[in-house]
């Protein structure tokens, strides 16, 4: 992480991801209570829900653990906040597999839909040709990967300045 305190956080600040997410409040609590059940706009609506849940939800999730390890950090622990390969790979598949298991589960569909009922009312209908939306987690992929580039070219510069933080010259032991 870099040692200026930013939030390990751009990842879910991607101009896509944040996109999904204005769709996804849009359609949600704008567009849906709109449509007609049954009619041809519940249906976009729904397919609209995946597909920007998809894109934003695994690196809102990478965000969500990466905050939680910065505050571990600022508190002692020895862990690293700042976005990794494995913690994006991870999410996308969490994320996948949880979608799928959503979409294909009445039991699943009842878990997901009683967790979101604790902040407000929610209802999922298992449905097979959802999953033909799970390649929108390459969205959240591109995501990740341009936030470690980032991450990679600022820690770059940082070996290429002429001192680093332990005061050595930089190429010097």
Same mark, same amino acid.
């Given at each position: 992480m870099r040692g200026d305190?930013? +939030?390990?956080?751009?990842?879910?600040m991607h101009p896509a991801v944040?996109?999904?997410?204005g769709v996804l409040i849009l359609n949600d609590w704008?567009?849906?209570?709109?449509?007609?059940?049954?009619?041809?706009?519940?249906?976009?609506t729904g397919k609209l829900?995946?597909?920007?849940? +998809?894109?934003?939800?695994?690196?809102?999730?990478?965000?969500?653990?990466? +905050?939680?390890l910065w505050i571990a950090r600022r508190a002692g622990a020895p862990v690293e906040p700042? +976005?990794?390969r494995r913690r994006l790979l991870a999410a996308i598949a969490a994320t996948g597999a949880g979608?799928?298991?959503?979409?294909?589960?009445?039991?699943?569909?009842?878990?997901f839909t009683a967790a979101i009922?604790?902040?407000r009312s929610a209802a999922v209908a298992p449905d097979r040709t959802d999953l033909l939306c799970l390649p929108m987690l390459g969205v959240a992929y591109l995501a990740g990967r341009d936030e470690l580039r980032r991450l990679g070219s600022s820690v770059g510069a940082r070996l290429r300045s002429p001192a680093s933080p332990t005061g050595a010259r930089a190429g010097r032991p």
């Open positions: 305190g930013t +939030l390990p956080i751009g990842e879910a944040l996109a999904a997410v704008v567009w849906k209570p709109w449509a007609r059940p049954g009619g041809w706009q519940a249906a976009v829900s995946d597909l920007a849940g +998809l894109a934003a939800a695994p690196v809102v999730l990478t965000a969500v653990v990466g +905050l939680g700042a +976005l990794t979608f799928t298991a959503i979409k294909l589960s009445p039991t699943a569909a009842g878990w009922g604790l902040v």
